[in-house]
């Protein structure tokens, strides 16, 4: 089965909040991509608010539940009491559990788990029983992979960042191993595996090919410049293309 597509809309709340406006739409351009074929959303609410805010939050699990039933709904974030309250009340299909900094620019390293094993056995049980699957940002590691098993999660979400970053073909391929030992490592104990962090309609055929069992790809902030050269649903169509859709 090819990979779902879970669209991240932090870019587009990032644009909406440069000025005191209320668009672009989150909901909107959220609807737009489910329309178009998407098969969820994902968002990652920081306690600043400097992209996505606590009632879009809210106001997308209602446009989900009320409108796209069969969608998903991914909710990213470091599991500190408030946004444990946020996941309890709002329940969401997937919690992704990152080990950010709060006030740290974007997500750009995974979790040590034998550091934090009694946090995010905490938190996985409690998100368990509010009936999430869990998913937890890891490097490609293939221990800290075999590790993650240890803790509960249900899935892991391979940072793809330095492979995105890559122009050099020999260092691409290198890192390509990387991500391949850890899926395969995931997979043995057990565990899904998601992937995302700088994907690209450029990157995405090497990585899939490498690895066609990755169960769900989030992508926003090339999405989102991708659509201002081709709208939403042009490119859902293609981001969908290249992951075998």
């Known amino acids: 089965m090819a990979p779902h597509l879970s669209v991240n809309l932090n870019a587009i709340a990032l ?9 672009p739409s989150v909901t909107g351009i959220g609807a737009l991509a489910l329309d ?4 969820g959303l994902t968002v990652h609410p920081r306690p600043d608010e400097r992209h996505i805010r606590r009632q879009d939050v809210y106001d997308l699990k209602e ?9 998903e709904f991914n909710i990213e974030g470091y599991p500190d009491d408030r946004f444990m309250a946020l996941i309890l009340d709002i329940q969401p299909d997937q919690v992704t559990f990152v080990p950010d900094d709060p006030l740290q620019n974007t997500s750009d390293h995974g979790w040590d788990v034998s550091k934090n094993k009694e946090l995010l056995t905490r938190v996985i049980d409690i998100s368990h029983e509010a009936q999430c699957r869990v998913s937890l940002f890891v490097d490609t590691d293939p221990e800290v992979v075999t590790e993650t098993a240890s803790v509960g999660a249900d899935r892991v979400e391979i940072y793809t960042g330095p492979y995105g970053a890559l122009v050099k073909e020999n260092h691409i391929q ?17 565990l899904e595996v998601n992937a995302g962090h700088d994907l690209t309609l450029l990157n995405l055929p090497a990585l899939m090919k490498r690895v ?7 992508i926003g902030h090339c999405f989102t410049a ?16 290249q992951l075998g859709h």
């Open 15 to 23: 644009l909406r909040n440069r000025r005191d406006l209320s668009w």
């Open 174 to 190: 290198e890192e390509l191993d990387q991500i391949e030992a850890t899926f395969d490592a995931a997979k043995a104990a057990g």
């Open 226 to 241: 991708d659509c201002l050269v081709f709208g939403v649903k042009e490119t859902v169509n293609r981001y969908l293309t």
């Open 36 to 39: 178009a074929g998407a098969h």
């Open 212 to 218: 066609p069992g990755i169960a769900e790809t989030s």
């Open 63 to 71: 446009m989900i539940t009320d409108r796209y039933p069969t969608k």
